[in-house]
């Protein structure tokens, strides 16, 4: 019992998050009128047939004349065996529209990720270990630089600089280069810089307060009065509690990135990724990609957060398992 | 030193928990008279002002040009937002600023603290110059004008190649325009004088800050807490809702409104607060849910406190510190927001936001850059304020780091 | 018909793309814009009307006298567009950019060169009855590729009797076809259309331009009926069957980034020598890559740093780029306008009850509003000129200055002018607006007039016009104009195109989502008053095809427009003239009745600001420019 009763718990609950979040979408999508049956109806217009007749034609076609819940029914089987529909304005499926720009998506945001987690508890911990030292003073002022810089107006001013002006990166981004090259390298160090000062700034600054709270409690103290010295006081007792509140953050927080940032940040440099896909749909108005991405974006979010509940159960013992 | 000292948590909120056992306490009493008094004027305005054309609608949707203050020749049309915008300043000034007055000894010795915190201090100067001139500044500024043929002025002391501009404002010197007087930071592609759009923009930003602000913090700490306190099946309840509204990230569930609806600064703002008080819930419930584990929660409980009072005197003032760090994180991140929309062109275009003016200059930036490095600049400080604020706040009102700074 | 807008900008739509879709494939592809030469832009500016104008038609004769030398074949050839394409199926592509990235690797029947001269590419079309009977001639040396053989005639007819004519294909040019025009197949390489009435300039109505399509392919879809399918056909969508019919073949479409296309060797063109002896050995370039880069900023740099041989040129910074070593300009005029369009339809005027929109008075008086001097030198920085109806002035088809009202300069602007004449119009209707002593225009309830204007997000020139026109209405009309942004696609769906009301069969007409019906009862999901989101195609070579735009009843009429003038009769006259200089007559006639009725504000005709490379060969200062593109080159 207790913490695996509660893991499969959350799990399952993970699972009805998803199938609630299908439910919505597909009842905004039933709510709008459907575009090919638009175009039927348009069509008999324009050669003088009975409009009615027409949808009602194309909606017999396009099997709209059921009963809702065998449609209901229909769209959840689709969208967990991966029918998500055809995209009108790449006129690709939406899944294959999605695995192409989740290649490009990766490919910055696995290194950022990486680098946020490692770097920004990390500085964090360690300003809070030296508070009011210079070094803080340095640590905070990047960790305030990152955060306040708007991540778009910073993008296109790099750009500008190391684009324009010294032609160091290539100011069109190249899709066709392989992955592991020194080319892609070159042209993805921008954005993930870009990304990294703007989301390790409030992490750094969460950990730097978590672990300051810790910095009197009387196990430090303790630890300090044996001799213990400071590094190895703060690696192995204040950065896991540090990060107990910091993981119920740390995961929404990135995600919000993630969805918001990221998207700016290929806007900016013409990044064909998940982001720029959805902005796309949105401007072209493609209501099967639009609601695709969605659907992938918050999917996404729910295991993510699925994961950061996992992590704070593992992490504060704490915690009862019992009446959660 | 520290130990005589008398901390946040001990005389604030013990006060303003005597008062709120009286019937009406003055806060209460600034609040309702603000009200009544914003409600007085908007009933001015709905019978007296707005034409039965908008009445026919049921309100003013700010589609017809009815400025509420002819009558004393003030041709300034209040809109829903600004309605908000003084509710949430009326709030502002009843628990946040009128408290530093009820209790002169606290607010010297928080004073004494900021003092020394020199970026805190140009923060708050910062964010106060913005303030001020954001509310008083459209009233009596003209709102910024199209002029093609002074375009893309540049600010005072510096200059243009004069191919740009088609006529120079300022005096034309070995091929160059410069900057002059009249448009002290410059103009627009439009020709619009960039230092009236800086001074709208500041009261746009305020509006996003605060009003979100109100929202967000009332939702996100009375879940937070209430889950937290209350346990069983209100919290799971209420974190499960949580968990939802966090898988639905706001960013996207916008575009999808936009989708749907189209831009505007109100549903912008409404949208943005209804589904980002997440974060803070699960904020102030986690921490709450550590705090309750403590041991003198627990001794109050048995001591027969009603749920009412522990929250109101416990759980919130211990959570006091994480809701504004919460807070420096949001405002920034709305105003931000506002931003990004306006740069990806999804935004509410007919306000003159910063955001928009960066989008505007974006395409400029090679031979104009001052169009979209001025607002960007301005944007950058004021977020950097809020953060520098936020921090020093956050170092003052939590004693125990304070503490251990000065050992 | 199908759209006869073209999405306004230079800024989304780069290059050629600003024609409409069917004349950018008319020229082969290519990045082609025109202009003055790169090489002195310094005085194209402001006053004289007449420097955009230029050569605008181009020298008659297309081929150099002697011998060329044939240049060598290598190196690519990069363009950059500003937004992805949503389609490459030919039978369903409607937009300007696709059907340049289409012409790459797929000619169409021909072409417009220098001159106004047909230039037959797949076939040519001819005639010997003044344009009754049209006879096509298709080329012998036309391969599909594939299992897909030889072209003929016949997968031309097939194309058109199973597909454009059919009632379930729905493609974009099925409009093109009404059942009045009959085509048959009268040999293995020719065929035959023959039109309800003769048309003269048939050819330069695009009508019967086809894409070359394989009779095997499209059978199945015809059994079944299946437009879906046929829509998300691989073979089309990827253009695999193109065989030799294109300069390129296209290698790869990816849907975000752009395409890649690669030197196609058997190009039929080839043979073509008679047309341009440049063709032999084309196209030049070993591969051809086109990206989408959606920030304007990023096509310019690129530009600037040769990581792109083509960008559109905003106004302000024409001359800068001029001045570059590495880039040259060219100023080519386009048939797109700027126009201001009101919406006449029930849901247009929000300000009030009625719609002062209907008013010709109210039109004309808000035609002195705008000072279209001051516009065309402010936003477009002198590359465009005036436009008081619908024709450029370098059109052959343009009536005498002195017969057409200009609205907006002279006299004919100013507070006075425009409110005397809004002053008329509200005299005339029936409910009670009136001026007050500030020069206001209030409504019956008092309140002064608020109306929307909505242009295309992101697009600078595009949201100064709109910024300008607001502040000119509100000074000289004395009417509130709120500026908005919005995204074209967005904008088209839910407010240019109407919702199809119920009972569209009961209606006098009901012609699609563009004229849904007669302007009382059809409106759009939302109501809009003002819009500068779309140019508007002039078809300066076939001004007849205008026609569209000025029926209560034709295809499209977004804006609800009913002529106050005899539009009928007069166009009917211009179809049936027999003699250029007849036609001539009408079109005039025409074209000063639109100049006083003010359908919608006439603004201006910018031309396009295309940069090239300077080493590349082959772009014109001309309205034709890119007929030729296969036949570029850079120069070594």
């Known amino acids: ?324 | ?407 | 018909m199908s759209d006869p807008h073209g999405r306004r900008g230079d800024d989304s739509n780069p290059g050629i793309n600003r024609r409409r879709w069917l004349q950018a494939i008319g020229v082969a592809g290519a990045a082609g814009m025109a202009g003055c030469t790169g090489g002195d832009g310094t005085d194209t500016a402001t006053d004289s009307p007449t420097d955009t104008e230029g050569d605008a038609m181009g020298e008659d004769t297309p081929t150099p006298e002697g011998e060329v030398e044939i240049p060598e074949v290598g190196g690519t050839f990069n363009t950059v567009t500003s937004s992805p394409v949503d389609t490459l199926n030919p039978l369903y592509n409607t937009e300007a950019g696709a059907g340049t990235l289409i012409g790459y690797a797929l000619d169409m029947g021909y072409t417009f060169g220098p001159g106004n001269e047909q230039i037959p590419q797949l076939y040519e079309l001819t005639t010997d009855d003044g344009g009754k009977v049209w006879t096509g001639k298709v080329r012998e040396n036309l391969q599909f590729g594939g299992d897909y053989g030889q072209v003929t005639a016949e997968d031309f007819v097939y194309l058109v009797q199973e597909v454009h004519k059919s009632d379930w294909a729905a493609t974009s040019a099925s409009s093109s076809w009404p059942e009045t025009t009959t085509i048959t197949q009268t040999g293995e390489f020719e065929f035959q259309i023959e039109l309800e009435s003769a048309n003269l300039l048939y050819p330069a109505t695009y009508d019967p331009l086809m894409y070359p399509i394989p009779k095997d392919l499209l059978e199945p879809y015809v059994a079944e009926e299946d437009s879906q399918g046929l829509q998300e056909d691989q073979e089309l969508l990827e253009l695999e069957f193109a065989g030799n019919l294109g300069a390129y073949t296209l290698d790869e479409w990816n849907r975000s980034s752009g395409q890649t296309y690669s030197r196609n060797e058997d190009y039929y063109m080839q043979e073509a020598t008679d047309i341009n002896q440049l063709f032999e050995n084309a196209p030049y370039f070993e591969t051809l890559e086109s990206r989408v880069v959606q920030e304007q900023a990023s096509r310019l740099g690129a530009l600037e740093t040769g990581e792109t041989d083509y960008a559109s040129i905003p106004p302000e910074r024409v001359e800068e780029f001029d001045g570059l070593d590495n880039v040259n300009v060219y100023l080519q005029p386009q048939p797109y306008n700027e126009v201001c369009v009101y919406n006449m339809r029930e849901n247009g005027w929000n300000a009030g009850p009625g719609n002062l929109f209907r008013e010709k008075k109210f039109r004309q008086g808000l035609g002195c509003a705008v000072d279209k001097q001051t516009l065309v030198e402010g936003v477009f920085r002198g590359y465009a000129n005036v436009e008081y109806t619908w024709q450029p002035r370098w059109s052959k088809w343009y009536p005498s200055d002195a017969d057409v009202p200009e609205y907006g300069t002279g006299d004919l602007y100013g507070q006075d002018a425009a409110q005397s004449r809004i002053q008329e119009a509200i005299d005339n209707v029936e409910y009670d607006y009136s001026y007050d002593g500030q020069g206001r225009l209030l409504n019956p309830e008092g309140d002064q007039c608020t109306i929307t204007l909505y242009h295309s997000a992101g697009q600078n020139t595009e949201r100064s016009m709109a910024e300008f026109i607001a502040q000119e209405f509100e000074q000289n009309a004395g009417i509130v104009v709120e500026v908005n942004a919005i995204q074209g696609s967005q904008f088209s769906n839910q407010y240019w195109q109407q919702e199809i009301p119920e009972n569209a069969d009961e209606l006098e007409w009901s012609n699609g989502s563009y004229n849904a019906g007669p302007r009382d009862v059809a409106t759009s999901k939302n109501p809009w008053d003002m819009t500068v989101v779309y140019g508007l195609n002039t078809y300066p070579l076939n001004p007849l095809t205008a026609e569209v735009f000025f029926a209560k009843d034709s295809f499209y009429n977004p804006y609800g427009y009913y002529p106050s003038w005899d539009a009928p009769s007069l166009w009917e006259e211009a179809n049936s003239a027999e003699s250029t200089e007849e036609l001539n007559e009408t079109l005039s006639e025409i074209f000063v009745k639109i100049a006083e009725d003010q359908p919608m504000g006439m603004l201006a005709f910018p031309s396009s600001r295309a940069g090239y490379a300077s080493d590349i060969v082959g772009p014109q200062e001309n309205f034709f420019s890119g007929w030729d593109f296969p036949a570029w080159y850079r120069e070594e």
């Not at chain 1, 810089?193 to 703007?198: A, D, N, R, S, Y």
């Not at chain 1, 072209?284 to 992938?296: E, H, I, K, R």
């Not at chain 2, 003084?86 to 709030?91: C, D, G, N």
Request: net charge negative; aromatic share 14%.
């Open chain 2, 1 to 407: 030193m520290a130990t005589d000292r008398q901390s946040f948590d001990e005389i604030d909120w013990g006060q303003i928990d005597e008062e709120s056992e009286r019937e009406i306490s003055p806060n209460f009493i600034i609040v309702a008279i603000g009200t009544a008094l914003m409600g007085a004027v908007w009933a001015f305005d709905y019978f007296f002002v707005t034409g039965t054309w908008d009445a026919a609608i049921g309100m003013d949707f700010g589609n017809q040009y009815t400025p509420t203050f002819e009558v004393i020749g003030w041709g300034y049309d209040v809109t829903q937002l600004d309605w908000l915008f003084a509710f949430s300043l009326v709030l502002f000034g009843a628990y946040m600023i009128l408290p530093l007055y009820q209790n002169p000894r606290m607010t010297k010795y928080y004073w004494r603290d900021m003092k020394r915190n020199r970026p805190a201090m140009a923060s708050l100067g910062w964010l106060l110059f913005i303030f001020v001139i954001g509310v008083i500044g459209p009233a009596i500024i003209q709102a910024p004008t199209v002029d093609l043929m002074t375009k893309y002025q540049p600010p005072m002391f510096l200059e243009i190649n004069n191919v740009y501009p088609i006529n120079c404002v300022g005096e034309v010197a070995g091929g160059d325009c410069h900057g002059s007087l009249e448009h002290p930071l410059g103009t627009t592609g439009d020709g619009k004088d960039i230092f009236r759009i800086i001074v709208y923009g500041m009261q746009i930003s305020m509006k996003i800050g605060f009003i979100a602000t109100l929202f967000v913090v009332t939702i996100g700490s009375i879940v937070g807490t209430v889950a937290a306190y209350a346990g069983g099946l209100v919290d799971e309840v209420l974190m499960r809702w949580v968990d939802i509204q966090q898988s639905f990230p706001t960013f996207i569930l916008y575009l999808l409104i936009l989708y749907i609806y189209g831009a505007s600064l109100f549903l912008f703002i409404v949208l943005f607060s209804l589904f980002s008080w997440e974060g803070t819930a699960r904020y102030v419930r986690s921490n709450a849910l550590a705090k309750t584990e403590e041991e003198y929660i627990k001794a109050v409980q048995l001591s027969g406190a009603s749920t009412y009072r522990v929250i109101r005197s416990h759980i919130m003032p211990n959570s006091a510190s994480s809701i504004v760090t919460d807070i420096t994180l949001l405002i920034p991140s709305f105003i931000l927001f506002e931003a990004q929309f306006a740069f990806l062109g999804l935004g509410d275009s007919t306000i003159p936001s910063w955001g928009v003016l960066i989008a505007q200059g974006r395409s400029d930036l090679a031979f104009a850059p001052w169009i979209t490095l001025i607002p960007g600049l301005f944007l950058f400080f004021t977020i950097l304020a809020f953060n520098f604020l936020g921090d020093a706040l956050l170092d003052a009102l939590n004693p125990e780091a304070d503490a251990e700074a000065e050992q």
């Open chain 1, 1 to 324: 019992m207790g913490m695996e009763w509660y893991i499969v718990r959350r799990v399952a609950w993970a699972a009805i998050v998803t199938f609630i979040i299908v439910t919505i979408t597909w009842g905004l999508m039933t709510a709008a009128p459907n575009p090919q049956v638009q175009q039927a109806v348009t069509q008999a217009a324009m050669d003088g047939e009975n409009p009615a007749e027409a949808e009602e034609r194309m909606e017999a076609q396009l099997q709209l004349d059921r009963p809702l819940h065998v449609r209901f029914m229909d769209y959840v089987v689709g969208v967990y065996t991966l029918e998500w529909g055809w995209s009108n304005t790449r006129n690709q499926p939406v899944t294959a529209a999605l695995v192409s720009a989740l290649y490009y998506t990766v490919q910055y945001s696995v290194p950022w990720t990486i680098l946020t987690v490692l770097i920004g508890p990390i500085v964090g911990v360690y300003s809070a270990a030296n508070q009011y030292s210079w070094r803080d003073h340095a640590a905070t002022g990047v960790a305030f630089f990152g955060y306040a810089i708007p991540n778009f107006f910073f993008g296109i001013i790099l750009l500008l600089i190391f684009g324009v002006q010294l032609e160091w990166i290539p100011i069109v981004y190249q899709t066709g280069v392989p992955v592991f090259s020194v080319q892609n390298v070159i042209q993805l160090t921008i954005p993930i810089f870009v990304l990294v000062t703007g989301s390790i700034g409030a992490i750094m600054r969460v950990s730097r307060n978590e672990a300051a709270e810790y910095a009197n409690a009387d196990f430090v103290k303790t630890a300090k009065a044996k001799g213990v010295s400071t590094y190895r006081i703060y690696a192995r007792h204040v950065i896991r509690p540090t990060m107990v509140p910091l993981s119920t953050t740390m995961v929404g927080y990135l995600l919000a990135i993630f969805t918001g940032s990221s998207l700016l940040v290929e806007v900016v440099f013409g990044i064909p990724g998940l982001g720029r896909t959805l902005y796309d749909a949105v401007v072209a108005q493609d209501t099967n990609l639009v609601l695709g991405s969605t659907l992938f974006f918050t999917f996404v979010a729910t295991i993510g957060n699925l994961l950061q509940d996992l992590v704070y159960t593992v992490l504060d013992p704490r915690i009862s398992f019992e009446d959660r």
